[in-house]
C-alpha cells in the first residue's frame, strides 16, 4: 500500500477514561458526543482532502471512538505500526487537553523521531504552552491551517526548516521557540471542500470505517455536518469562538464565508452517501440577508432533512421562503434564558415577544422541529431564574404544542455551560468584569482539572450569582423539571421520562458520595473508594439530564446511501488505476 504521509489522531477528552472514576456530569448532553467528546473537528476532513489534492496521504484515526467502542482497544497497538511522516492531533476543543497531550506522549513513546503537530482553536490559544511539553513538535495556529500544514508537511518531507511556513510556532535546531507570523487567514472558504468525499474514499482505501466514524452513535445517526463560515459576527459572553476572539486570538479579522452555491453543492454531495440529517453549521443570515436568498434559492427542492441554527429572531417572510426551499426544514435557536436580562447580558439583544414571533413564523413556514436551547451558568442568572426558564418552556408548550394535538414540534433543552468557559471569551478574559470567578486558567491547570472525580471541579469558573455547588445543584433540578415537562406535553415518552429521573435522582447520590470521599484526607482510601464507585459512575455519565436521543431526527432505515458510497470509491479506484496506466504508457511500458 502507498504510504501514508500524515495520521491525524484524535484522542479521548481524558485519555484513560476507561479506567478513571470520574462523573463528567451533563457536560455532552445536548451534543451528538458522549463525556469522551469523540468527535472530531470537522477541519480533519478538510485538512486530509487539501493535503490529498497536493499529493499527500493522510489518514484519520478516531482513537476515542475505538476506545469507546471496545473496552479492550489497544492504543499502543494500533499507534505501533504506524510510521508516517508525522501525526497531527488536535486541541480544538479545551476538554481534550488531557487525552490530546497523553496521545502525543505516547506516539512519542513509539515513533521517538517522528515530529508531533498540534492545531484547533484552543491549541492556537494556548500554542506558546504547549511548547512546553517535549512531545509537541509544532502548532499550527488559527482557524484556516490547511495551506500552513500542506507548506508545513512539505518542510518535513523535504528536511527544510519551517521559517516561512504562516501560523506555525514550532522549536528550531537549538531548541529555541519560534513563532511564525499568524498571517495566513483566508477571507473566504473557496479553498476548500466539506463534501466528506476524502472519508468515503479513505474508508475504502484503508478498509477502516471504525477510525473515520465521527461519533459513538452515528452509524444509526448519520447526522453530517455542512459549514456557512469561519469565525462569527456576534459576541456572546462566554463564547470562545467570538467575533472577538477570533480577531484578538486566531488571526481573523472577520468572518470568511463560504459562498451560497458552493454551500448549497456541498449539502447535495453530501446526500450522495448519506441520507440522514445535514446540520447548516452558523446561522446562514450572518453575511446578510441577499447572500441567505441566494443559498435558499441554490438548494430550493432538496427533500433531506435539513437543520438551521438562528443566532437570533427571523422575519416571517424570510422563514416563508425558507419553508418553500427546504421542504423538510428544522430550526435551531438558543435563547440561552428565558430572562431578558439574562439574555441581554449574555450578549443576546432580543425580546421573549421576538422569540415567540419566530417561533410562530417558523410553524406556520412548515417548520418539522424547532429545538430551543437554554443554557446554565450565565451571567446575572440565578437558581430561581433557572427554574423559572423551566416554567418559560412550559408556557411555550402550552402556546406552540398542545398536547395531543399533533406530533410536538417545538423541543426545549436546558444544559450546563461546562466542563469549561471559553478560553479567548470575554468572561475567560476579563472575568471579574462579568461576574465570573475562574479556577483555571492554564492549559496544565484545566489538564489536570479533567481527572477530577466529579464535573463540579471540573468546571473552570462560577458566578456572582450561583457558585460550583449551586450549578451543579440546579442543573440537575432544572433537569428534572424539564424531564416532567415534556412527559407532560408528550415530547418523551413515560418509559424515558422515568429513566431520566432515575439517572438524574442517581447522580445527585453520587455528587454527594464523592463529596464525602474527596474530603477523606488518606490518599490510598480515597482511590480505593472511587474506584469501587467506577461502575454507578459510568451508568450515570450518558444523558443525564435528557436522554441524547431527544435530539434526533426520525430516520428511515436506510440511513447511508450504500449504492452511491460504493459508486464514489469506485470512482476514486477507477481514476487510480487509469493514473497507473497513464504513467505506464508515459515510461513506454
Ligand atoms: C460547529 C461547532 C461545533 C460542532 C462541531 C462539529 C465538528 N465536528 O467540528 C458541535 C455542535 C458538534 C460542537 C460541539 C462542541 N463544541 Co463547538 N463549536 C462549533 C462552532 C460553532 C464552529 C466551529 C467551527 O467553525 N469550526 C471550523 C474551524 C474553526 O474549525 P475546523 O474546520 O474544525 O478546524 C480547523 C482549525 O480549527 C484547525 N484544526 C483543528 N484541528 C486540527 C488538528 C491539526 C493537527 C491541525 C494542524 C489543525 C487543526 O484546522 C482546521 C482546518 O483549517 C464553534 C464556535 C465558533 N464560532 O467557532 C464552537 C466551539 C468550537 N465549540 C466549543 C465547545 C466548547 C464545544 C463542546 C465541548 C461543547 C460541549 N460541552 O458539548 C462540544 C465538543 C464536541 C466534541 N468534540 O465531541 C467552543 C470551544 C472552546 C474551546 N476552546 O474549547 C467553541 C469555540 C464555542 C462554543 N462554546 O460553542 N461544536
Ligand atoms: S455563541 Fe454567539 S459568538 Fe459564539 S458562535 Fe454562537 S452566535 Fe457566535
Redesign the pocket.
Given at each position: 500500500m502507498t504510504k501514508t504521509h500524515l495520521v491525524?489522531l484524535h484522542a479521548p477528552s481524558v485519555y484513560d477514561f476507561r479506567k478513571e472514576s470520574i462523573l463528567y456530569g451533563p457536560?455532552?448532553d445536548v451534543?451528538?458526543?458522549t463525556t469522551v467528546?469523540?468527535?472530531?473537528?470537522?477541519?480533519?476532513t478538510?485538512?486530509a482532502e487539501h493535503l490529498e489534492r497536493h499529493g499527500f496521504r493522510v489518514r484519520i484515526v478516531n482513537l476515542a471512538v475505538r476506545m469507546l467502542n471496545d473496552a479492550k482497544f489497544d492504543v499502543d497497538k494500533q499507534i505501533r505500526p504506524l510510521c508516517p511522516d508525522a501525526f497531527?492531533?488536535?486541541l480544538?476543543?479545551?476538554?481534550h487537553a488531557h487525552g490530546a497531550l497523553e496521545m502525543a506522549k505516547m506516539v512519542k513513546k513509539h515513533h521517538p523521531h517522528t515530529p508531533v503537530?498540534?492545531?484547533?482553536?484552543?491549541a492556537t490559544?494556548y500554542h506558546q504552552e504547549l511548547m512546553d511539553y517535549p512531545a509537541v513538535d509544532y502548532v499550527?495556529r488559527g482557524?484556516?491551517?490547511?495551506e500552513p500544514?500542506l507548506q508545513l508537511m512539505r518542510c518535513i518531507v523535504e528536511g527544510n526548516d519551517p521559517h516561512e511556513v504562516p501560523n506555525l510556532t514550532w522549536r528550531d535546531g537549538q531548541g529555541r521557540i519560534q513563532i511564525n507570523p499568524l498571517t495566513y487567514s483566508p477571507e473566504n472558504l473557496d479553498h476548500i471542500l466539506i463534501d466528506y468525499g476524502y472519508v468515503v474514499k479513505a474508508v475504502g482505501r484503508y478498509r477502516d470505517l471504525a477510525n473515520f466514524v465521527?461519533f459513538q452513535r452515528w452509524l444509526g445517526y448519520p447526522i453530517t455536518?455542512a459549514?456557512t463560515c469561519?469565525?462569527?459576527r456576534h459576541n456572546c459572553l462566554t463564547?470562545?469562538?467570538s467575533a472577538r476572539a477570533f480577531r484578538e486570538f486566531y488571526g481573523r479579522a472577520r468572518p470568511a464565508y463560504r459562498a451560497p452555491e458552493a454551500l448549497a453543492q456541498d449539502i447535495r454531495n453530501i446526500q450522495r452517501f448519506s441520507k440522514g440529517p445535514i446540520f447548516v453549521?452558523?446561522d446562514i443570515r450572518q453575511a446578510g440577508i441577499d447572500h441567505a436568498e441566494r443559498f435558499l434559492k441554490a438548494i430550493e427542492g432538496f427533500d433531506g432533512q435539513l437543520m438551521f441554527e438562528f443566532f437570533g429572531p427571523s422575519s416571517r417572510d424570510f422563514l416563508q421562503k425558507m419553508g418553500q426551499a427546504v421542504p423538510n426544514l428544522v430550526l435551531e435557536i438558543s435563547p440561552e434564558s428565558h430572562s431578558e436580562e439574562v439574555r441581554h447580558a449574555f450578549g443576546r439583544n432580543y425580546s421573549n415577544g421576538e422569540l415567540e414571533d419566530t417561533i410562530g413564523y417558523a410553524l406556520e413556514a412548515g417548520c418539522q422541529r424547532l429545538d430551543l436551547f437554554f443554557m446554565i451558568g450565565l451571567p446575572r442568572q440565578t437558581y430561581q431564574t433557572v427554574m423559572e426558564t423551566v416554567d418559560y418552556c412550559d408556557h411555550l408548550l402550552r402556546r406552540f404544542d398542545k398536547r395531543g394535538d399533533r406530533t410536538p414540534t417545538v423541543h426545549p433543552f436546558i444544559s450546563p455551560l461546562?466542563p469549561?468557559l471559553?478560553?479567548g471569551s470575554l468572561a475567560f478574559e476579563e472575568p471579574e468584569a462579568h461576574g465570573y470567578r475562574l479556577f483555571h486558567r492554564s492549559l496544565e491547570e484545566h489538564r489536570q482539572a479533567l481527572l477530577s472525580p466529579n464535573w463540579k471541579y471540573v468546571l473552570n469558573y462560577e458566578t456572582e450569582w450561583m457558585n460550583r455547588d449551586e450549578i451543579v445543584a440546579s442543573t440537575y433540578e432544572a433537569g428534572l423539571r424539564l424531564n416532567s415537562t415534556k412527559a407532560r406535553y408528550g415530547l418523551i415518552d413515560r418509559q424515558r421520562a422515568e429513566a431520566v429521573e432515575k439517572r438524574i435522582r442517581k447522580a445527585i447520590n453520587l455528587v454527594r458520595q464523592i463529596d464525602d470521599i474527596v474530603s477523606i484526607t488518606e490518599d490510598g482510601r480515597r482511590s480505593r473508594l472511587l474506584a469501587a464507585l467506577k461502575p454507578q459512575v459510568d451508568a450515570a455519565n450518558l444523558s443525564t439530564v435528557c436522554d441524547k436521543r431527544e435530539l434526533e431526527l426520525p430516520l428511515g432505515w436506510l440511513k447511508l446511501n450504500i449504492p452511491q458510497a460504493a459508486l464514489l470509491l469506485l470512482s476514486d479506484l477507477i481514476a487510480k488505476a487509469m493514473k497507473g496506466v497513464k504513467r505506464a504508457v508515459n515510461k513506454g511500458v
Open positions: 491525524l457536560v455532552s451534543v451528538p458526543s467528546f469523540e468527535m472530531y473537528p470537522i477541519g480533519f478538510t485538512l497531527g492531533i488536535d480544538h476543543w479545551l476538554p503537530i498540534f492545531g484547533g482553536l484552543s490559544y499550527i482557524d484556516s491551517t490547511e500544514l465521527p455536518a459549514l469561519r469565525g462569527c463564547c470562545g469562538g453549521l452558523g461546562a469549561f471559553d478560553p
